[in-house]
C-alpha cells in the first residue's frame, strides 16, 4: 500500500493492487473500443531506489494533452515529476518517492491501434503502436498524424458530457493558441475523407464523410464561440472535392450571417447531389427558421425518401409535421422512426484500485458544500424508478418528440389522437370476436374444421386452433414501474376498465383547482402510495389502453370490419416501442401532476413544501423533460438551498440565466459550476458549459461589461482568474463580443 509521501500533489491517481494491471487490461479492452476509443491512460512507477522497498504504480486518465510526437508526451510525463508530494524535510525520517518511469497510451480511432510511449528517468524516450491483438509496431508520421486528431476529438466530443464519468479523469485545455488552432484545422483537413472511420453519434446509422465524430468535433469547437468562419474556410476547400461537404459549407455560413451565399452554395450544390438528405436538412432548417414549416416540410420528405433507413430524417419530418399542427402525421411519422441499439462512449475496464487518491482545491472548493452523503441525497423510491432519465440515443430523442406532443395538445387531446391513427386492444379483440362469431354462424362444422387449424403466433411457435381463435397476448407490454405494473394486472384482466383508477382528492377552493388545471393541462394521476395524501376532486390522468400488435388483421376481418365504427384499412398497428414510450410519458406525468397538485395544496395550507436536495433535482430534471421550465428552474433553485453536492442544478440554471441575459445570475452560476469542474479535475477553458454562456452573453452585452461585474463581486483571486480564463479565451481567439 502507497503511503501519502507517494502521491501527486494536485493530480488525481489510482494505485494498483499488481504493478502493471492498467496497463495489461487496456491491452486486452483495445478490441471493445468501436469509436473514437476512451480517454488517454498515463501509468506511473514510483520507487524510493531503496532495496527491498516494493515499487508502486499509479495511473489516471486524461485528455487534450498534445499527441502529435513522442516528446509532447514524454513532456506531460516529466511535468508529473514535479507535482509529487515532498513532505520530507532533511530531519525527517520517511521515504522520498520518486517517478521511474511512465508510459502514456493514446488510441488511434482511425487505424485501431494503441500508440504508447514509455518514459524512464533519467533515461531515454521509447515509442511504439500496440495493435489489437497485441503485437507492437513501429510508430509512422501518418499513425502519429491520426493520434494526434483522436486526442483533440476526444478532448472535444468528451469536454462537457454529462452522461461520460470516470474515476480520476483530467480535462486540460486541448488548443490554447492560434498555431495550434491552425494545426487542427491542418490535421483535419487531410485526414477529412477518412472521418467516416472514427463512427458518428448513436443517432446516427451509417457514419459518411459528412455525418461523424470528426465534422461534430469541428462544427462543436467553432460553432460553440460562434467563429464559423476558419469552419467555413475548412468546408470550402474540401467541397470542390466531395460536394456533399456542401451541407457544412452552407452551415457555416448561416452561422456567419452570410444567409445569401448559404443558399447559392445549396443551389449550386443540389445539381450535383440532388440526393443529398444533408443538403435538404440544411434547407429545411432555414425555412423553418424564417417561419415557412410548410415549405421546409416538403424538403423533409423528400429527405425522408432519400435516406429512410436514417433515424434522423424521420425525427426531422415529425418536428415539422408537429409545428405545422399535423398531430395525426405527427405520430404516424414517428411510429415509423428507425430505432437503433444505444453504444454508449467508449471507457476502460474497470479495475478495482487499492487506494484512490482525489486531492481537493480547497482554495476553490471553499464554496462548495462538504462532498459527504447526507440526507439530502435520498429521495422518493417513486422519483428514483422513473424510467424516463434512462432512455438514450434513439430512444430519448424518440421520447422527446413525444413529450413536446402532449406539451402542444395535452394528454387527453394525445390519447385520442393514438386512438384514431392506431388499432387499440380493445378494438383488436372486438373485430377478432365478430369475425369469430361469423365463422361459427356461415359454418355448421366449424368446430370441426378449427380442431385442424393451426395458428402461427408472432413469436414463430405454432399451436392447434379452436373455434375461439388464440387471442396470442397481441399487445405491447408499456414499461412501467414495479408498482404501475402490480396495479395495472387487474385492469388488463378487466379489459383495461379505466373507471377502476383511482383518483387523487383535494379538498381546496376553486382558485387552486385552477391553477392545478392550468399547470396540468389535462388532470391528474392516480396515487400510488397511501403516503401521498395530496389530491385533486374531479380531474383524472387517463392511463394508456395498449394498442394491437402483433398479428395483422386477416381478409375476413377486413370484409367485415364495415359494420364497425372504425377500419383497419385506415388505421396502423404501433410499434411496441411507441407503446412503450407512452407508458414512460405517462408515469412522468402522473409524478408530475401530483407534484404539481402537492405545491398547490401547501400554498392554500401556508405551510411550507419540503423535498430533499436530490428529490428537488430530479423535479427540475423532469419539469425539462414536460417543457415546464419555469417550474423546472424554481425545482433547481430550491435544490440549491440545500446541502447536496451536485453540479447539475447550478449547470441548468446557467443555461437558463444565459439564455435570459442576466448577467450577474449567470455569473453566480458559472462560479460554482467552475468550482465543480475544477474538484473534479476539468481544468480547461474550453470548449465547455461555462465559455458557452460567456460568449452567448458576450454577444449582446460585450467582454467588457462581464469583465467588470466580476471585479465588482470581489472574488477570491484563484477563482477571479480562473474565470478571467474564459474571457482571455475570447480575447486570444477574437470571439464576438472580446472589443467591446
Not at 194 to 218: C, R, Y
Not at 255 to 261: P, R, S
Not at 718 to 731: A, E
Amino acid at each position: 500500500m502507497a503511503d501519502a509521501t507517494a502521491s501527486f500533489k494536485d493530480v488525481p491517481e489510482l494505485f494498483e493492487v499488481e504493478l502493471g494491471e492498467a496497463l495489461t487490461a487496456r491491452t486486452e479492452s483495445l478490441a471493445t473500443f468501436r469509436e473514437l476509443g476512451p480517454p488517454d491512460l498515463c501509468h506511473i512507477v514510483k520507487s524510493t531506489g531503496r532495496t527491498g522497498q516494493r515499487d508502486i504504480g499509479s495511473y489516471h486518465f486524461v485528455s487534450g494533452v498534445d499527441a502529435s510526437s513522442s516528446a509532447s508526451l514524454a513532456a506531460y510525463i516529466n511535468s508529473l515529476t514535479y507535482s509529487i508530494e515532498d513532505n520530507s524535510a532533511w530531519f525527517s525520517k520517511s521515504t522520498a518517492w520518486k517517478v521511474r518511469n511512465g508510459c502514456y497510451c493514446c488510441f488511434n480511432a482511425f487505424s485501431r491501434v494503441d500508440i504508447r510511449v514509455d518514459v524512464k528517468i533519467p533515461g531515454g524516450v521509447v515509442a511504439y503502436v500496440v495493435d489489437l491483438r497485441g503485437e507492437r509496431h513501429e510508430a509512422t508520421p501518418e499513425i502519429w498524424q491520426e493520434t494526434y486528431l483522436s486526442a483533440l476529438l476526444r478532448a472535444i466530443l468528451y469536454s462537457d458530457d454529462p452522461t461520460y464519468w470516470l474515476e480520476a479523469y483530467r480535462k486540460l485545455d486541448p488548443i490554447t493558441t492560434i498555431e495550434s488552432e491552425l494545426r487542427f484545422l491542418q490535421a483535419a483537413e487531410a485526414l477529412f475523407m477518412k472521418g467516416w472511420q472514427v463512427g458518428s453519434d448513436p443517432e446516427i446509422q451509417v457514419a459518411t464523410v459528412v455525418s461523424n465524430h470528426l465534422t461534430a468535433g469541428v462544427m462543436k469547437y467553432f460553432g460553440d464561440s460562434g467563429r464559423c468562419q476558419p469552419a467555413a474556410n475548412l468546408f470550402e476547400k474540401l467541397a470542390a472535392r466531395e460536394p456533399e461537404i456542401a451541407s457544412l459549407l452552407a452551415r457555416s455560413y448561416i452561422g456567419m450571417n452570410e444567409e445569401v451565399k448559404a443558399v447559392q452554395i445549396i443551389s449550386a450544390a443540389m445539381k450535383h447531389t440532388p440526393h443529398s438528405y444533408t443538403l435538404l436538412h440544411v434547407q429545411s432548417d432555414f425555412l423553418r427558421s424564417k417561419g415557412r414549416p410548410d415549405w421546409a416540410l416538403k424538403l423533409a420528405r423528400e429527405a425522408v425518401n432519400c435516406a429512410p433507413s436514417e433515424f434522423v430524417t424521420w425525427e426531422k419530418l415529425t418536428e415539422l409535421y408537429i409545428d405545422t399542427k399535423d398531430y395525426e402525421s405527427a405520430l404516424l411519422t414517428l411510429n415509423s422512426c428507425p430505432m437503433f441499439t444505444f453504444n454508449g462512449r467508449d471507457a476502460h475496464r474497470a479495475l478495482v484500485p487499492a487506494k484512490v487518491h482525489l486531492p481537493f482545491q480547497r482554495q476553490i472548493g471553499d464554496i462548495l458544500p462538504e462532498k459527504t452523503k447526507s440526507d439530502d441525497d435520498v429521495a422518493d423510491p417513486a422519483l428514483l424508478r422513473l424510467p424516463a432519465p434512462g432512455l438514450r440515443g434513439t430512444w430519448a430523442r424518440a421520447y422527446s418528440l413525444l413529450t413536446r406532443l402532449v406539451a402542444d395538445i395535452g394528454w387527453d387531446e394525445l390519447l385520442k389522437t393514438r386512438s384514431v391513427v392506431f388499432v387499440m386492444e380493445e378494438e383488436y379483440r372486438m373485430q377478432k370476436a365478430q369475425a369469430d362469431i361469423q365463422k361459427v354462424v356461415t359454418s355448421d362444422g366449424a368446430r370441426d374444421v378449427n380442431k385442424n387449424v393451426t395458428v402461427i403466433h408472432e413469436d414463430g411457435s405454432m399451436t392447434a386452433g379452436s373455434a375461439t381463435l388464440a387471442d396470442d397476448d397481441a399487445s405491447t407490454r408499456g414499461m412501467s414501474s414495479p408498482l404501475s405494473e402490480s396495479e395495472s394486472k387487474p385492469e388488463l384482466e378487466n379489459g383495461l376498465n379505466i373507471s377502476a383508477i383511482p383518483i387523487i382528492r383535494v379538498s381546496s377552493e376553486s382558485d387552486t383547482e385552477r391553477e392545478i388545471a392550468e399547470s396540468t393541462r389535462n388532470g391528474i394521476a392516480e396515487q400510488d402510495e397511501a403516503t401521498e395524501s395530496a389530491s385533486v376532486q374531479g380531474m383524472t390522468l387517463e392511463k394508456p389502453v395498449q394498442a394491437a400488435a402483433g398479428e395483422e388483421p386477416e381478409p375476413s376481418q377486413l370484409s367485415n370490419s364495415s359494420q364497425e365504427t372504425f377500419s383497419f384499412t385506415n388505421k396502423r398497428l404501433c410499434e411496441r416501442w411507441l407503446d412503450n414510450l407512452f407508458m414512460v410519458l405517462y408515469e412522468d406525468l402522473r409524478v408530475w401532476t401530483i407534484f404539481r397538485a402537492e405545491v398547490a395544496h401547501f400554498k392554500t395550507q401556508h405551510v411550507a413544501y419540503r423535498k430533499t436536495g436530490l428529490e428537488w433535482e430530479i423535479l427540475g430534471d423532469l419539469g425539462i423533460r414536460l417543457h415546464h421550465k419555469e417550474e423546472a428552474k424554481e425545482a433547481y433553485q430550491r435544490c440549491l438551498d440545500t446541502s447536496r453536492y451536485s453540479q447539475k442544478p447550478w449547470a441548468k440554471l446557467l443555461e437558463m440565466y444565459a439564455e435570459e441575459g442576466d448577467i450577474t445570475r449567470t455569473i453566480q452560476a458559472a462560479i460554482r459550476v467552475a468550482a465543480y469542474q475544477y474538484a473534479d479535475y476539468t481544468e480547461m477553458t474550453y470548449p465547455t458549459l461555462i465559455a458557452r454562456s460567456f460568449f452567448k452573453l458576450g454577444q449582446i452585452h460585450g467582454h467588457a461589461k462581464i469583465s467588470f461585474t466580476l471585479l465588482s463581486m470581489g472574488l477570491p483571486d484563484p477563482i477571479l482568474k480562473i474565470m478571467d480564463s474564459y474571457l482571455q479565451y475570447g480575447k486570444t481567439f477574437k470571439v464576438e463580443g472580446y472589443d467591446f
